[in-house]
């Protein structure tokens, strides 16, 4: 790949990765009620998740989800739905969260995993981003190496804006002691997962 190609492609993914989406909402809420460790280590289940759908898309079979109306529409609504889920759990949380031992979290490790890679892979346009956007930039003289290389830069920068979040959650959480501070930025979180939810529903497959 040139690195005349790369230099445009850089900037352009790093502020994909940097845009305030559901993840990085939930690793910056999870910092906050849980600490920056716990959001940090269960953001793994994310870039897993992507991995897998750069994985899919190197090989092919990533259009068959830019292609297909209803394979579209079936990880939409699944995604959406579970988007949805979440912030009515947020709403719905107790406020004491924080009171408890700090650094412990609201949720178990595990469980907190399973919703960043649950909340990745329910988002197609993720995927729509490989299969898109990747190809942008991809050398045909060397089609596996520069597929390989886009795709590492992305968990790289993907990596270090769940450090940002984390971090910026974190700084929050030390506000947020007081149970009706909590609350709120429960509510406030759960109804904007929500509207990403409701966002999603809206989103439309691309046509050629």
């Known amino acids: 790949m040139p690195f005349e190609t790369f230099l445009l492609f850089a ?9 305030f989406g559901p993840n990085n909402l939930l690793s910056l809420t999870n910092a906050a009620r849980s600490g920056i460790t716990p959001a940090i280590l269960a953001a793994a289940g994310r870039i897993v998740s992507f991995a897998i759908m750069i994985a899919i898309a ?9 292609t ?4 579209f529409t079936a990880v939409k609504w699944a995604g959406a739905a579970y988007l949805v ?11 004491p969260l924080l009171d408890s031992e700090p650094g412990k979290p609201a949720l178990s490790l595990r469980k907190l995993t399973l919703q960043e890679l649950w909340v990745a892979a329910g988002n197609p346009k993720a995927i729509l981003v490989f ?9 045909p003289q060397a089609y596996a190496l520069s597929f390989t290389i886009l795709g590492l830069t992305f968990l790289v920068f993907e990596a270090f804006a769940i450090v940002v979040y984390s971090f910026i959650g974190a700084r929050l959480g030390r506000y947020l002691r007081k149970g009706n501070v909590l ?13 990403f939810g409701l966002a999603l529903m809206f989103t439309r497959r691309p046509t050629a």
């Open 11 to 19: 900037p352009a993914c790093f502020a994909i990765n940097m845009a």
């Open 58 to 66: 190197g090989v092919g079979l990533g259009a068959v989800l830019a």
């Open 68 to 71: 297909s109306e209803t394979v």
């Open 85 to 95: 889920w979440i912030g009515i759990n947020l709403i719905r949380a107790k406020a």
């Open 131 to 139: 299969t898109a956007f990747f190809p942008q930039f991809v050398d």
């Open 183 to 195: 609350k709120w930025f429960n509510r406030t979180s759960g109804a904007m997962m929500i509207g």
